[in-house]
């Protein structure tokens, strides 16, 4: 019923949302499914993201501190208030090119989310379909590289993705991009002219997607 993909750039106030979710968010729901980590150099991804409304909530936080003696417990001024930006009724349009994903989606073994663990998402339906590529069309809601013109959105510096290889330690973020999320609230596409733009064969008229190829670390 909800979304919320944080910006990594911002850690205090308003837990703000990218409008759509960063590649890094995806590879790890695909990751989720597959029971393993799913890297860059394993599939392409392309995607559309839709939901009905953009809201801010309250949200009751536990606040915890360390004593003299080293130990964990709940801060004395009890409980805390935050806000957090939410999309409502988030829907995905998921492309990915290794057909052997296929098995990760029909079975997966983690429960795919939405951002957070209470942003659960469930699987609708799965199928083969062609992808032929276009030098232009029309675009939906995604995450393309800037600059990119004709499209509106929000400029946003994002991670490719998170290697959480090393046992341990903290996730390591891979390069970064500057993208333009355009906000999915719309159900306006548009026309754009650049390369690795693909047209599914589900799709209706010029519709196409941009199919993301990953920036080399």
């Given at each position: ?7 990594p ?8 949302t ?20 799913v ?69 997966p ?34 995450l ?11 400029p ?8 959480n ?28 002219k ?6 599914p ?5 010029n519709?196409?997607v ?8």
């Amino acid at each position: 019923m909800t979304s919320s993909f944080r910006l990594p750039l911002m850690i205090s106030g308003t837990q703000m949302t990218t409008p759509v979710p960063s590649y890094s968010n995806l590879l790890g729901m695909i990751s989720a499914c597959a029971g393993r980590i799913v890297m860059p150099k394993e599939t392409r991804i392309g995607f559309e993201f839709h939901c009905r409304s953009h809201d801010v909530e309250l949200e009751r936080t536990v606040r915890l501190m360390v004593d003299k003696k080293g130990r964990l417990k709940p801060q004395a001024k009890g409980q805390g208030i935050s806000y957090r930006q939410v999309y409502r009724y988030p829907k995905l349009d998921l492309y990915v090119t290794d057909l052997n994903l296929k098995s990760a989606f029909e079975n997966p073994a983690a429960t795919p989310c939405f951002g957070r663990s209470q942003d659960i998402a469930w699987i609708v339906f799965i199928r083969e379909i062609e992808l032929y590529p276009m030098k232009e069309g029309a675009l939906g809601p995604t995450l393309v590289p800037m600059p990119q013109p004709g499209v509106p959105g929000l400029p946003v510096r994002l991670p490719e993705w998170m290697d959480n290889a090393r046992k341990g330690y903290i996730r390591y973020p891979g390069p970064y991009g500057v993208y333009v999320a355009v906000i999915p609230t719309t159900d306006l596409r548009f026309e754009v002219k650049r390369k690795d733009l693909y047209h599914p064969s589900d799709a209706k008229g010029n519709h196409v997607v941009y199919l993301h190829r990953w920036i080399k670390g």
